[in-house]
């Protein structure tokens, strides 16, 4: 069991799951970053946590983090937006912004965790999305930036072996966060007839399952593949979307 982990997008969501279940999975110490401060603050866990508030795309960032970085043995490369927009409607600000976060910022977290594990080896997990995966209308931004992700994961997975780094990813369909609230389609349903109600309702028409994961059920995922129970697979995407890449 990884003892030293660092995790992004830590203060809601797959992050703050991945957070508290590793905690109480025998974790000792959790490099937490966020860029909302008050929700890092509200994160309390039994466990020793360093809480950095910044942005995963600020390269100076990960500068000044090295010192705290030494001795991690897993991360979680986890902090993500989502978007929504046609290609021929779609702002290249807009664009930049969404790949920034996703594929900018996972790069230089990656970078720096298989830096700081160059010598003792380790395991990394990047939340990637079976967007990634399926092509759907309006999701040409985000479903391109996770799409990169998931090549980016089996690149760092050949380069890492000679150090025993291990990088994998999750790729989960619709999953109960807050992300959802920033997409306007989402919002609006939830505002006429309830947010539970609007995941039900997405899901019915989405997944074969009929729903859509818990942030908890993802962390599961993750920390199996942090543990010695995965120790030989590497470079492997985890599917975990009800059915809905079928």
Not at 154 to 183: F, L, S, Y
Request: hydrophobic share 55%.
């Amino acid at each position: 069991m990884a003892r030293h982990i660092l995790i992004t997008g830590a203060g809601s969501g797959i992050g703050l799951a991945c957070a508290q279940h590793l905690a109480v999975q025998g974790a000792e110490r959790l490099v937490l970053v966020d860029r909302d401060a008050d929700a890092l603050s509200r994160v309390e866990l039994p466990v020793s946590v360093d809480r950095v508030i910044g942005d995963v795309r600020d390269a100076a960032l990960w500068d000044d983090l090295a010192p705290l970085l030494a001795g991690i043995d897993a991360a979680v490369v986890n902090a993500g937006v989502a978007g929504a927009g046609a290609i021929a409607d779609m702002s290249l600000s807009e664009w930049q912004r969404i790949i920034s976060i996703n594929l900018d910022g996972a790069f230089l977290t990656l970078r720096a965790a298989m830096r700081a594990m160059k010598d003792t080896g380790g395991a990394i997990v990047a939340t990637s999305s079976a967007a990634g995966i399926k092509p759907e209308v309006g999701v040409a931004a985000y479903g391109a930036s996770k799409a990169a992700l998931l090549h980016l994961v089996k690149v760092a997975a050949k380069e890492g072996a000679a150090d025993r780094i291990r990088v994998n990813a999750v790729a989960p369909a619709g999953v109960e966060t807050p992300v959802w609230d920033t997409v306007p389609m989402f919002a609006s349903r939830a505002a006429e007839i309830g947010r539970d109600a609007a995941f039900a309702e997405l899901a019915a028409m989405a997944t074969p399952l009929g729903r859509y994961a818990k942030p908890e059920e993802i962390a599961a995922q993750v920390a199996f593949l942090l543990s010695d129970a995965a120790a030989l697979i590497t470079g492997a995407t985890l599917v975990c979307d009800g059915g809905y890449t079928l």
